[in-house]
């Protein structure tokens, strides 16, 4: 049985990628050396927002009013802001709320998304339109407004921005799911299964699951990107947590504070490469798994 | 099913739709912490005036018979009036949709007269340093915060070289006859040029590598195959047959990008202090205007789903082979 598992297993691999051992998937890794720039850079910011408080060599709130809009030097290798705060001290702690609000938002969304695409492909019929309806819904709702409204609303902290960011963005990976899983249950070895006496349970998550992780996984490293870019724009709205330091907050203080006028161009532009930075490296292991899904992408 | 039929049931979703959201919106304000009222009533009200206006505000009816107020009033488009002016929510959004629209509309047009080609040529270089060069700087500007970039181009282009104002949709005192005259005039577009410019930055890279993706697809195809065997040259069998099929899925995603693109008008607006529905938006939420903030949050989703709603038949319009089922 287990045996015509996986080798069907591997025929459904044209769909989805089929089931491979974690040391086969990220093998990708080896060949595509920007997918690898992106994990090294990825877990250069999960290391640093870890070690924050030992790397930073000022406290990022301390004002300095006699040390205010200070070019770098060797006492602030990226300078000071308007108050004599230390940007690079600010960089450092700004990792934090991006890779709480990036890795905890991708998590929800990746486990929300795969089981309502599992669950509505698998079904089918009245509980998938109900699913697909609810998605639809979803898509229908703007996403940075959407995000504003309920942290605008409710407490202004970094866990309503992880909330109201998964509320949406699970939209996708249910789509996507629910269509390999729609191409999946007619395989045979899901048909066997069924006939073998297999609960609807266990084929969906036994059979049919571990075919569509890779997808959720794809998704689910987009969703990174997609939740740090916007946990920077709702900072840099001012609807973020007061109690965190992060980047979209400092360029919120550099444009209201007259940096670009005073040419602090160190103040405006640092934070923004750091979340570049960060976004791009998920982007990039995306991508890099993208092209080891739907080998048609790549050279 | 016939078109016509597909059409309205389309349509009719549409409204459910909104009716949802609008629900949804109705709860999500009722379940906030606090009162509705807590910013209008001041604190040196007394107990009898603060009745009264409570009363006046319909709050002290029950809440199911509140909702369906709500709902009535969400249908016309009638969201009250702004705690601050005390004008119509829907006279401040009439006064902003426009400059919204318009502003996205360009970005996004631009966004797709760069990112087409592009990602044809990605597709066309496949396999070359270029396309990897190309696919990073789509990336890039993909990773970049408009926000950021706003803030570099506002710096660069209007502080240091002085080529453009640094926000604001006019020149202070410059008048118009109407809406019309606005968007034609020299020093509507002297404003919109950088915002319109940056935002565009952001957003050609779906269109970019969506085009890629479809041409190295459809390049796989019998009909690129057998033209080839035709005798037909590369470049006439990569316009003439590989692009103009590839376009499909980016034509739809056009929509799709508009869609973005309203609920994007939040940032970008407020870079550039741009008088549209989005900085309104986030200005109301930030005082606690809640009839004003309902109600540009609906008129964001009434946008959002008007897009969707277009990609859905042009996708039937622009390839035959789909059914309406």
């Known amino acids: 049985m287990s045996e015509t598992e996986s080798i069907e297993g591997t025929t459904a691999a044209t769909d989805t990628g089929g089931r491979t051992s974690l040391r086969e998937r990220v093998a990708f890794l080896k060949e595509d050396r920007l997918g690898f720039a992106g994990v090294i850079v990825l877990t250069f910011v999960v290391v640093v927002a870890v070690f924050a408080p030992v790397i930073a060599p000022y406290d990022p709130a301390a004002t300095d009013y006699y040390a205010s809009f200070e070019p770098p030097s060797a006492a602030h290798p990226f300078g000071t802001d308007n108050a004599g705060r230390d940007i690079f001290s600010q960089l450092v702690y700004g990792a934090r709320p991006a890779v709480q609000v990036g890795l905890f938002s991708a998590a929800a969304v990746a486990l929300i998304g795969m089981n309502v695409g599992l669950v509505a492909g698998y079904y089918g019929g009245l509980i998938d339109d109900a699913l697909m309806r609810l998605v639809d819904f979803a898509y229908g709702i703007p996403f940075t407004p959407f995000v504003i409204v309920l942290v605008g609303l409710w407490e202004p902290s970094l866990w309503t921005i992880v909330l109201a960011i998964t509320l949406l963005l699970w939209r996708q990976t249910a789509r996507v799911v629910r269509s390999a899983v729609l191409n999946l249950k007619e395989k045979p070895f899901v048909k066997s299964a069924r006939t073998a006496g297999a609960s609807d349970r266990r084929i969906i998550y036994r059979h049919i699951a571990p075919n569509v992780l890779p997808l959720t996984f794809l998704y689910g490293s987009f969703a990174i990107a997609w939740a740090i870019l916007t946990e920077a724009s709702i900072s840099f709205l001012g609807f973020g947590d007061p109690d965190a330091t992060t980047w979209g907050q400092m360029l919120q203080a550099a444009l209201q504070s007259q940096a670009l006028a005073r040419d602090a161009w160190w103040w405006f532009t640092m934070p923004g490469l750091a979340i570049m930075a960060t976004v791009i490296s998920a982007f990039l292991i995306g991508r890099g798994y993208e092209e080891q899904l739907n080998p048609q992408l790549k050279e | ?325």
């Open chain 2, 1 to 325: 099913m016939g078109k016509k039929e597909f059409v309205v049931r389309r349509v009719f979703q549409l409204v459910v739709l909104y009716l949802a959201i609008a629900s949804m919106l109705f709860f999500l304000f009722r379940a906030a912490p606090g009162s509705p009222l807590a910013t209008f009533i001041g604190t040196g009200f007394t107990q009898a005036q603060e009745e009264a206006i409570r009363e006046s505000f319909g709050l002290n009816d029950p809440l199911w018979l509140q909702y369906l107020k709500f709902l009535k009033n969400a249908l016309l488009f009638d969201f009250g009036l702004s705690y601050t002016t005390s004008k119509p929510v829907m006279q401040l959004v009439g006064e902003r949709v426009w400059n919204t629209l318009v502003l996205m509309g360009s970005s996004v047009v631009l966004a797709y007269l760069f990112g087409v080609p592009f990602g044809a040529y990605l597709a066309w270089n496949r396999g070359e340093l270029t396309e990897r060069v190309g696919v990073v700087f789509a990336l890039v500007s993909r990773s970049a915060p408009v926000f950021w970039t706003g803030i570099l181009g506002i710096w660069l282009f209007a502080l240091e070289l002085n080529l453009v104002p640094a926000g604001s949709m006019t020149s202070p005192g410059a008048t118009f006859s109407s809406k019309f005259a606005l968007y034609t005039s020299l020093d509507f577009w002297h404003h919109a040029i950088l915002p319109a410019v940056v935002q565009a930055f952001y957003y050609y890279s779906l269109p970019a590598l969506l085009m890629r993706n479809s041409m190295l697809e459809v390049m796989n195809e019998d009909f690129v195959d057998f033209a080839e065997l035709k005798g037909i040259s590369d470049r006439m069998v990569m316009l003439r047959h590989a692009a103009r099929n590839a376009l499909l899925p980016v034509v739809t995603a056009f929509a799709i990008a508009a869609g973005y693109a309203v609920g994007g008008s939040v940032i970008i607006e407020t870079v550039f202090a741009w008088p549209g529905i989005g900085r309104l938006m986030v200005n109301s939420v930030v005082a606690n205007n809640y009839p004003v903030a309902q109600g540009t949050f609906l008129i964001l989703a009434v946008l959002v789903l008007l897009a969707n709603f277009a990609a859905d038949l042009a996708y039937g319009y622009i390839d035959p082979r789909i059914t309406y089922e």
